[in-house]
C-alpha cells in the first residue's frame, strides 16, 4: 500500500497518538493478523470469539510492526494510536486510503454471483488495465477495508465485492469504497430473516447508491424483476443488461451452453457484436460476461481485448469447478447457497448428458418462508427432470418432499455423514453430480467423497 505517517492514520480514525515524536514515522501495510505484523506494519487488534488482538499487541512489536491501534491502554515505548473501537477505526482508515486514489471503482453486489462477476469484470479490464481485485470472501465490514488497503500505486482499476446480510452495511461499504461504477447482479431470496423479502433485499443492496460518485454509472440485471423497476440514479438512467433483449442495452443471441466445453454466444453491444466462448458450464455467466462487456467499453477499451478477456475468464474456489474422475463428473458448487443460485445451480447440471444428480443441504437465513423456498426448489428439481435428488440436513427434508411425486429418485439424510455413507450406492459410473447447500453445511466433504468413487 501507499505510505501513511502515523499522524495520518491517527487523524484518519480519530485516534490519538501516544508517542508524538513518531508521527512521521510511515507504515505500508495493516493487519489484523499478529503473525502478519512484520517490518512497516500496523497492526489493528480485533476481540473475536476465541480471541482479543489486543493480547498479541506486545507480540507484534517484537515482530517488527511500527504500530498498533488499541482501545486499551498498553505498556510500551513503541507507538500506538489509541481509538475508541477498533473495528470502527480500520473502516475509517480504509476510507481515508481510498481517497487517496482516483481511479475507476467498480463495486459489485447481488444476491447470486457476486464473485462470478467480480473474476469476470477483472478478466476483462486486466486485458487493458492493472487491476485489484477482492480476494476469496472479502466482502463484508472488515474484508473490504482490507481489500482497499491492497491498492498499491500501480492499480488503474479496483473491482470490490460487497455482500451483506442486513439494512445499513450497504451504506457503510459503499462509504468506504465510494463506487465509480456499481454492479447490481440480482435480486433474490437471501438474509430473509434480516431484510424480509425481494424489496427489503432491494433496498439494501441499493444502498450502494448513497456513496455513489456523483458523475458515476450503474449496470444493473434487466432479467430481475426488481432491478428492472429502478428507473433512475443520481438523475441518470442505468444501464441494463442481461440474456434477454427486452428492453436490455446488452443482451445476448444464439448461446449454445455445451456443459464441460463451455457456452457459446454472441453477446451484443450497441456498436458490436462479439462471437465468443466462456469458459464456464453456468448458462448465467452470459449475464457476467455482458456486464463486463458492457463495463468495458465504457472505460474506452477495444472489441479484442473485451473478447480476450471474456474467454480467459476462470473460475475460483467452489463455485461451479468441473472434476472429472475416471467415474463420474462433478459440480463442485458448495460455497453457499440461496433458492436463486441452487436453482442457477439445476438449469447447469441439465445442460450435461447422462443421469444427472443432485446432492442439495440447507439453505440458511430464509426467514420464516424458509420451508416453501426449500419445498420450491426440490419441486423445481423435478420439473427441469433431475434424475436423482439427494437432501441432507434438517431443512433439506423440504428439499425431498418438494422433488416427489415425479420421475425424481429421491433420498434424505439428516446429516452429511449418513449421505457419504449412502452415495456410493446411489450414485453409478458416468453421472453428473451437482453439490450445493449453504456453506455452513461443509458439502466440501461430499466432494471429496465423491472424488474418491469407483466402479
Known amino acids: 500500500m501507499k505510505k501513511l505517517t502515523l499522524q495520518e492514520v491517527a487523524n484518519a480514525c480519530g485516534g490519538t497518538l501516544t508517542q508524538p515524536q513518531y508521527a512521521n514515522k510511515t507504515i505500508t501495510a495493516i493487519t489484523t493478523d499478529s503473525r502478519k505484523a512484520t517490518d512497516n506494519t500496523l497492526f489493528i487488534p480485533l476481540k473475536g470469539e476465541r480471541a482479543d488482538g489486543h493480547d498479541f499487541i506486545l507480540q507484534t512489536f517484537q515482530f517488527g510492526a511500527v504500530c498498533s491501534l488499541s482501545e486499551k491502554e498498553i505498556d510500551t515505548e513503541?507507538?500506538?494510536?489509541?481509538?475508541?473501537?477498533?473495528?470502527?477505526?480500520?473502516?475509517?482508515?480504509?476510507?481515508?486510503?481510498?481517497?487517496?486514489?482516483?481511479?475507476?471503482?467498480?463495486?459489485?453486489?447481488?444476491?447470486?454471483?457476486?464473485?462470478?462477476?467480480?473474476?469476470?469484470?477483472?478478466?476483462?479490464?486486466?486485458?487493458?488495465?492493472?487491476?485489484?481485485?477482492?480476494?476469496?470472501?472479502?466482502?463484508?465490514?472488515?474484508?473490504?477495508?482490507?481489500?482497499?488497503?491492497?491498492?498499491?500505486?500501480?492499480?488503474?482499476?479496483?473491482?470490490?465485492?460487497?455482500?451483506?446480510?442486513?439494512?445499513?452495511?450497504?451504506?457503510?461499504?459503499?462509504?468506504?469504497?465510494?463506487?465509480?461504477?456499481?454492479?447490481?447482479?440480482?435480486?433474490?431470496?437471501?438474509?430473509?430473516?434480516?431484510?424480509?423479502?425481494?424489496?427489503?433485499?432491494?433496498?439494501?443492496?441499493?444502498?450502494?447508491?448513497?456513496?455513489?460518485?456523483?458523475?458515476?454509472?450503474?449496470?444493473?440485471?434487466?432479467?430481475?424483476?426488481?432491478?428492472?423497476?429502478?428507473?433512475?440514479?443520481?438523475g441518470s438512467s442505468p444501464v441494463f443488461y442481461g440474456i434477454n433483449k427486452g428492453n436490455n442495452t446488452y443482451y445476448s443471441e444464439n448461446i449454445n451452453n455445451q456443459g464441460i466445453k463451455g457456452i457459446s454466444c454472441t453477446l451484443c453491444t450497441p456498436t458490436n457484436k462479439l462471437e465468443v466462448t466462456i469458459p464456464a458450464i453456468g448458462t448465467y455467466m452470459v449475464a457476467n460476461a455482458l456486464v463486463a462487456v458492457a463495463i468495458g467499453e465504457y472505460l474506452g477499451m477495444e472489441p479484442a481485448q473485451i473478447k480476450k478477456g471474456v474467454e480467459s475468464y476462470k473460475t475460483v474456489g467452489s463455485r461451479d469447478g468441473v472434476i472429472e474422475t475416471e467415474y463420474i463428473t462433478i459440480i463442485d458448487d458448495c460455497y453457499n447457497a440461496n433458492p436463486v443460485s441452487v436453482k442457477g445451480g439445476i438449469d447447469t447440471l441439465t445442460n450435461f448428458s447422462g443421469r444427472t444428480v443432485c446432492v442439495l443441504g440447507d439453505m440458511k437465513e430464509l426467514g420464516a418462508n424458509s420451508r416453501q423456498l426449500h419445498y420450491d426448489t426440490g419441486k423445481y428439481a423435478k420439473d427441469k427432470g433431475v434424475d436423482v435428488l439427494v437432501a441432507v440436513g434438517d431443512d433439506a427434508v423440504d428439499i425431498a418432499e418438494g422433488a416427489k411425486g415425479g420421475n425424481t429418485a429421491v433420498y434424505y439424510f439428516e446429516n452429511v455423514a449418513e449421505a457419504i455413507d449412502s452415495l456410493k450406492n446411489i450414485i453409478k459410473k458416468s453421472d453428473t453430480v451437482l453439490v450445493k447447500a449453504s456453506r455452513a453445511m461443509r458439502l466440501e466433504q461430499v466432494v471429496s467423497a465423491l472424488k474418491e468413487l469407483k466402479a
Open 78 to 234: 513503541n507507538p500506538v494510536i489509541m481509538v475508541e473501537s477498533c473495528y470502527q477505526a480500520i473502516k475509517d482508515i480504509a476510507e481515508y486510503y481510498r481517497s487517496l486514489f482516483n481511479i475507476p471503482v467498480i463495486g459489485i453486489t447481488g444476491s447470486v454471483g457476486k464473485t462470478s462477476t467480480k473474476e469476470m469484470i477483472a478478466s476483462v479490464l486486466s486485458q487493458s488495465y492493472n487491476v485489484h481485485k477482492t480476494q476469496g470472501n472479502f466482502n463484508n465490514e472488515l474484508g473490504v477495508p482490507l481489500t482497499i488497503f491492497g491498492l498499491e500505486e500501480e492499480h488503474q482499476v479496483a473491482v470490490v465485492e460487497m455482500g451483506i446480510s442486513d439494512f445499513g452495511e450497504m451504506t457503510r461499504l459503499s462509504k468506504i469504497v465510494k463506487p465509480t461504477i456499481s454492479v447490481i447482479t440480482n435480486i433474490g431470496d437471501c438474509h430473509l430473516e434480516n431484510l424480509g423479502d425481494r424489496n427489503g433485499v432491494l433496498k439494501a443492496k441499493t444502498e450502494m447508491f448513497k456513496y455513489l460518485a456523483k458523475d458515476g454509472k450503474v449496470f444493473l440485471n434487466g432479467d430481475d424483476s426488481h432491478l428492472s423497476t429502478v428507473t433512475a440514479v443520481n
